[in-house]
């Protein structure tokens, strides 16, 4: 696809290799309950691209701020959706994909897509780079699932970037041992990156790193979680990369 651009004077080739900074967001928004606070968070911290999960597909807006919708998913409760920023990205492909799910979801729960990959052209790097919004199942599941989820949505995310940079954020659901969780990614080729404090917040007592960043050739420099808002009962993830 990049080839087909360069060919006609879409992408400029003196672009290409120079090096990036980018601002990526994600956010579980709770069933779409902490939607109104997206613009604000948008604007507030400069985000270059915003990887959303938990919203109500028919309800999200075509553009967010300078941001505008790559994709979104449409099938279950737990959609996903990417923007981008207009004028720096374009989009080359996208596609959803259902995982393997739990057997409560099999008996109660509609087939969903818990994988959003969204491959964007970045002007300023002159680079592509694949963007996948996951959202692991609940803890109705066990971790044995969640890893397969993610072992899964890395294989995929690698397909798509064909050796290109590429990142996976959103909430991986894992609650617990993710020391060993981080030998199982790294030895895959991905990077797990942590954010500085916690994300989820079940209770006064009970906080958890649960939104996560997972990259493979490119360097994630750090994850900071944002303060929390009143809505959701995660805080959004600040993902800084340079590619």
Do not use: W
């Not at 938990?54 to 300078?66: A, N, R, T, Y």
């Not at 996208?94 to 509609?110: A, C, G, I, N, Q």
């Not at 798509?160 to 991986?172: E, K, L, N, R, T």
């Amino acid at each position: 696809m990049v080839k087909y651009f360069l060919a006609y004077g879409i992408i400029d080739r003196s672009m290409k290799n120079k090096q990036s900074s980018i601002k990526l967001i994600s956010y579980n928004l709770k069933y779409n309950r902490a939607n109104s606070e997206l613009v604000n968070l948008v604007n507030n911290y400069d985000a270059d691209i915003l990887c959303i999960q938990e919203c109500h597909s028919d309800k999200l807006p075509d553009q967010i701020g300078d941001l505008v919708l790559a994709e979104k998913t449409e099938n279950g409760r737990f959609n996903l959706a990417t923007y981008y920023r207009k004028g720096r990205f374009f989009g080359t492909d996208s596609s959803r994909h259902v995982l393997k799910h739990s057997l409560l979801e099999k008996l109660y729960m509609p087939q969903m897509e818990r994988l959003l990959i969204t491959k964007i052209y970045d002007r300023e790097s002159g680079q592509e780079i694949s963007i996948g919004s996951f959202h692991a199942t609940h803890h109705v599941a066990t971790n044995y699932l969640r890893r397969q989820q993610i072992k899964s949505a890395h294989k995929l995310l690698s397909s798509s970037s064909q050796g290109s940079p590429a990142v996976m954020v959103g909430d991986y659901n894992y609650l617990l041992f993710k020391k060993r969780l981080k030998i199982r990614i790294e030895k895959s080729g991905y990077k797990m990156s942590l954010s500085d404090r916690p994300t989820y917040y079940m209770n006064k007592y009970i906080r958890a790193r649960l939104d996560l960043a997972t990259s493979m050739n490119t360097n994630v420099e750090r994850v900071l979680a944002l303060p929390k808002g009143k809505l959701s009962d995660h805080a959004p993830i600040l993902v800084q990369i340079a590619i």
